[in-house]
């Protein structure tokens, strides 16, 4: 699977990750290489330039940790945005409804449905434990039942007995009707396939559909016929409406084309994944174990995970170091406003710290909702870098300013002043060693 992208992007970013330092240029010639790889490998286009446009805007303004490379940080963020272009999360088959509950496989003849059908069937039932019936909707070739009938003898599942001259929606019905006389757990509904897409075939699985209303209906698709692939699951979606889809023979798929923008184009998850002719060549499909196979830096991307969870304990360490030297000015101020925010408020803050349930009452007395931070941090961000870091410049002409910019009124910015001067002065007294309190910098 991808192993021709694969190759394609690990030469690329082998390159990038060696470099010491990287411009915008060095980042730019990348993604060209890398667009130029996807659209070899048969991605569509529009999903590409999406990509790259995101890898892009990520990379030009990202902060890179420490202890890591540019160009690894660049591979974290294509590897990232890799995950999110396959859907993010795995999805599997959901089988969360009354048994016995309905799955309807769609798809082009040839594209492996019925072979996927019985790959299924036997998944659900060993390890799934599931009773499950199978029925073939094929009724222009009875070849095509008489497969399904054998695959089910070799996975040991039912199926539906084949009566002659019954319409597909009648031996839909019937086997609903079957099911759940004998108390199986799923039924598996596999439509006929065309060679081509037409509208009778539409209109035949759109009635199915209509008539069973299947929990689960999925569509197979064959990786190797990559666009093509994509656009049988647009109009099957459009048409018919897909909860799924199955990809096969990735087992043959290079280029994966098909697997990187079926997701991003329909909007509908691959849930499982064709890798073999035998029934049990059959595997989920996980969006970050994937994206790891393409890029092959596996080693990289945790690096850098490692690496990002240090940087706010050294913000953390920044800022502390600054405070014992009395240097807290209104930018540390908004820091600490949005990083309160972050860890849920002030009530979230303040839960943290022992002891706290006996200044409960002044602390709501001090009125210190959420809201409150929120016009705090706008009141800052309406001041000019010079102003914040020096707030004496603000006499009365700058705080109508700062005032009319944030949508409050001079005494709330005053109020903020005097706010700040207290966390400062606290501040440079904890500091000295001195005991300044958490009361202290309320104003009490
Ligand atoms: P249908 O017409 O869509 O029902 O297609 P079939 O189920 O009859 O499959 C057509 C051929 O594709 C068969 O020879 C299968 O063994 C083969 N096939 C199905 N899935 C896969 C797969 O994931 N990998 C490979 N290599 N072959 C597959």
């Known amino acids: 699977m991808f192993e021709s992208l694969s190759e394609k992007l690990s030469g690329i970013f ?48 990202a902060e890179v940790v420490r202890s890591v490379t540019p160009g690894q940080m660049v591979v974290k963020i294509v590897h990232d945005e890799l995950v999110a272009m396959l859907g993010a999360d795995s999805a599997t088959i959901d089988l969360d409804a009354v048994p016995p509950v309905p799955i309807l496989m769609v798809g082009l003849q040839g594209s492996g449905k019925t072979t996927t059908t019985g790959k299924i069937a036997k998944r659900l039932t060993e390890r799934g434990k599931r009773k499950v019936l199978l029925a073939s909707l094929d009724t222009r070739r009875p070849a095509a039942m008489e497969q399904l009938a054998v695959l089910g003898k070799q996975v040991g599942v039912d199926t539906l007995p084949i009566v002659a001259g019954q319409s597909a929606v009648q031996i839909a ?19 006929a396939g065309r060679v081509t897409l037409d509208e009778a075939l539409m209109a035949e699985v759109a009635e199915v559909k209509a008539v069973t209303q299947p929990h689960e209906v999925l569509l197979v698709a064959d990786a190797l016929t990559g666009q093509d692939a994509v656009n049988t699951a647009r109009a099957f979606e459009d048409r018919v409406g897909l909860t799924g889809i199955v990809l096969t023979r990735m087992d043959g798929d290079g280029r994966g084309g098909a697997a990187l ?36 830096m596996g080693d990289i991307v945790s690096l850098v995970e490692r690496a990002a969870e240090t ?19 209104l930018e540390d101020m ?14 979230g803050v ?17 009125n210190l909702d959420d809201r409150l931070f929120k016009r705090q941090r706008a009141i800052i961000m309406s001041m000019t870098p ?22 409050t009124k001079v005494e709330d910015v005053n109020r903020l002043l005097k706010m700040h001067r207290q966390m400062a002065d606290m501040m440079k007294a904890m ?11 309320l104003g009490n």
Do not use: C, W
């Open 14 to 61: 082998d390159t990038l990750t060696r470099r010491g330092a990287l411009t915008e240029d060095d980042v730019n010639a990348a993604l060209r290489e890398v667009r130029r790889a996807l659209l070899e490998a048969d991605v569509a286009l529009e999903v590409v330039r999406s990509f790259t446009d995101r890898v892009r805007s990520r990379a030009v303004g």
């Open 173 to 191: 019905r019937r086997a609903l009707e079957a099911a759940k006389l004998g108390g199986y757990d799923v039924v598996m509904l596999d439509t």
């Open 261 to 296: 923008s079926m997701r991003a184009v329909t909007g509908k998850p691959i849930k499982l994944v064709g890798t073999g002719e035998k029934l049990d060549a059959l595997e989920e499909f996980h969006p970050s174990r994937v994206a790891n196979r393409i890029l092959g």
């Open 311 to 329: 940087i706010d304990a050294e913000k953390a360490e920044r800022m502390a170091q600054k405070m014992r030297k009395g240097a807290f000015d």
């Open 334 to 347: 908004a820091e600490q406003l949005a990083q309160m925010e972050r860890v849920g408020g002030m009530k």
């Open 350 to 366: 303040l839960g943290m710290l022992p002891g706290i349930g006996k200044i409960k009452g002044q602390l709501d007395n001090a």
């Open 386 to 407: 010079k102003e914040r870091r020096n707030p004496d410049l603000l006499k009365a002409s700058r705080k109508k300013r700062v005032a009319a910019g944030s949508g």
């Open 431 to 441: 500091g000295k060693g001195g005991r300044g309190g958490l009361g202290a910098a």
